[in-house]
């Protein structure tokens, strides 16, 4: 599909490391605002994709703080939807509930400027989100936009790794929305394999290996398996979805078929989220972690804006 030329802007709240940002910059954007919570984050995003990303609790942010751009994204907190956090409160909980947020921006710009309103917007999370995609839809159609969303998974992306996770787009409803499109996922993945990701044995500091006391607690029973059977990643296989917990190392993201027991490396986690290897590391390798796992996946991020921005360009 052929792109419009023209450079529309995106605000990317919530941005974490990039991985949203980045693929809208892929796409040809022009990023105007980015923020987010975590100052760790924010120093990777900052040397990767651009400076003008800001440390900010959205919470105290207002609609002046907001530049006027053609797209808002915002990957917002999922702690509170997790299916690993069956307690949680949902989009009631103190994280996830930052959605909320973003729709008091939106209703404080139609209020003082609606000519800033952006033409779309876009939330992203995980697949618990599903019981609450009404709550989306009522909240965008309450300050004006119409609801669209689907569920995508990153293997069908070009890399090797089983990340499904809902996005949400409002098209604001004096726009055509039957015009906008969905990346097409055809259900047949890539190819890509955890082998074709992984760093060359001579680059692997001996802290990734898994000493004999942890592959011994790896091989007791849980549940009537042994936790490889939970945590394991074959090196011909497909990774399982990457977690903010990775850095743990035991027993998150354990790769099997390999000489030696080990855990991915922070490298090879920006790898699986289609990081490319120019983007640096410029935290710590715990820190580093946490923003893969609850990253947005680069090529994912890529082909949504792709077709954000033939939209735009159709709608004028």
Known sequence: ??????????????????GMGLGFKQAGF?????????????????????DHVKQSDIREM????????????????????SIANPDGDGLDGKRSGLFFQVMRLLEETQHNNPKALP???????????????????????RNGYKALYTKLNSKY???????????????????????????????????????????DDSEIDSKF????????????ERKGKPRWEYHKNEV??????????????????????????????PRECARLQGFPDSYMQV???????????????VTVANALAKEIKWFLGEVK
């Open 1 to 18: 599909m052929p792109l419009n030329k023209k450079q529309f802007r995106v605000n990317d709240f919530f941005c974490g490391a990039g």
């Open 283 to 297: 935290v710590s390798d715990t820190q580093f972690y946490k923003q893969m796992g609850n990253g947005v996946t």
């Open 30 to 50: 022009n990023i105007v605002g980015a923020w987010d919570f975590d100052k760790y984050a924010v120093q990777s995003y900052r040397v990767n994709v651009g």
């Open 157 to 199: 992306f070009g890399v090797p790794q089983s990340r499904e996770r809902y996005f949400v787009i409002g098209i604001r409803a004096d726009l055509d929305h039957t015009l906008f499109n969905f990346p097409y996922q055809s259900g047949v993945d890539s190819g890509m394999r955890i082998k074709h990701i992984l760093q």
């Open 119 to 141: 033409k779309v917007v876009m939330a992203e999370n995980v697949v618990g989100l599903r019981p609450y995609l009404p709550v989306l839809e009522r909240e965008y159609g």
């Open 209 to 220: 290996y898994l000493s004999d006391k942890a592959i011994e607690y790896m091989s007791r």
């Open 62 to 81: 207002v609609w002046q703080d907001v530049p006027t751009a053609d797209v808002w994204t915002f990957g917002f907190p999922c702690q509170d939807l």
């Open 236 to 265: 011909d296989g497909i990774a399982a979805t990457l977690t903010a917990n990775m850095w743990k190392g035991v027993p998150y993201g354990v790769i099997q078929g390999l000489p030696r027991y080990r855990r991915f490396t």
